[in-house]
């Protein structure tokens, strides 16, 4: 299984997608592809995808229905920008936290705020992310490791420094877009563990 740690380290635009037999093939030009190979893992806006064929900078990526309809991908056209990252190598630094590139759901941009070089986002979350929400967990966004805010009324709060803001596509998102929402394993982990025993007690909400 491929692993991502929630670092971008590129912008990639999509330079084609087309749609047969409800296989969706998109070719992104990518920021580099130096010793990637067919059938290697990419995260695309935090989706895990297989290289499928490389021309220069141009890689081709085949997206079946489900991934399309529980991710942002069915969204992007020709001429968009996606976050990408490569998959972890051994030896690697993990500098965010480990993702495996699984989509869990998608939330909408609730509001947007910009001050300085700084900018704030609250996320509106569905209810089947709502109860892994921890303050100062991780989460990831479109494949961007982030540290999580306040939470009120299911809408998350998240913090963007400069840097992100620089080498991703978070600064060009608006108000109701989509994005992708992978929660951090070990979270999912001690949540679902916990749900699990208090059931196993009988103990109920």
Same mark, same amino acid.
């Given at each position: *299984?491929? *692993? =991502?740690?929630? $670092? ?11 749609? &047969?037999?409800? +296989?969706?093939? *998109?070719?992104?030009?990518?920021? !580099? &592809?130096?010793?990637?190979? @067919? ?5 695309? !806006? #935090? ?13 081709? =990526? /085949? @997206? ?11 969204? &992007? ?20 936290? @480990? ?7 998608? #939330? ?10 700084? *900018?704030?986002?609250? $996320? ?12 100062? %967990?991780? $989460? ?11 939470? !009120? !009324? %299911?809408? =998350? ?13 978070? /600064?060009?998102?608006?108000? %109701? ?25 009988? +103990?109920?909400?």
């Amino acid at each position: *299984m491929a *692993m =991502f740690t929630g $670092i971008v380290q590129g912008v990639g635009e999509i330079v084609a997608k087309s749609t &047969v037999n409800t +296989v969706t093939s *998109m070719t992104i030009s990518l920021p !580099n &592809v130096e010793n990637l190979a @067919i059938g290697a893992s990419v995260s695309i !806006n #935090g989706v895990c995808l297989t290289a499928v064929s490389i021309e220069s900078n141009n890689v081709q =990526f /085949d @997206i079946i229905d489900e991934t399309i309809d529980r991710t942002n991908l069915g969204d &992007v056209s020709v001429g968009d920008t996606v976050n990408i990252e490569r998959s972890l190598k051994f030896g690697d630094e993990v500098g965010g936290h @480990i993702l495996s590139g699984h989509i869990f759901d998608t #939330g909408i941009i609730n509001s947007k705020t910009k001050k300085g070089d700084q *900018m704030s986002l609250s $996320i509106l979350a569905p209810p089947s992310v709502q109860k892994y929400l921890t303050e100062k %967990g991780y $989460i990831a966004i479109d494949g961007i490791s982030l540290t999580i805010g306040e939470i !009120n !009324n %299911g809408c =998350f709060d998240l913090h963007i420094i400069p840097e992100t803001m620089r080498l991703t596509i978070l /600064d060009s998102k608006e108000v %109701g877009d989509i994005v992708n929402i992978e929660i951090d394993s070990n979270t999912q982990l001690i949540v679902e563990t916990i749900e699990r025993l208090l059931e196993e007690r009988g +103990v109920t909400e």
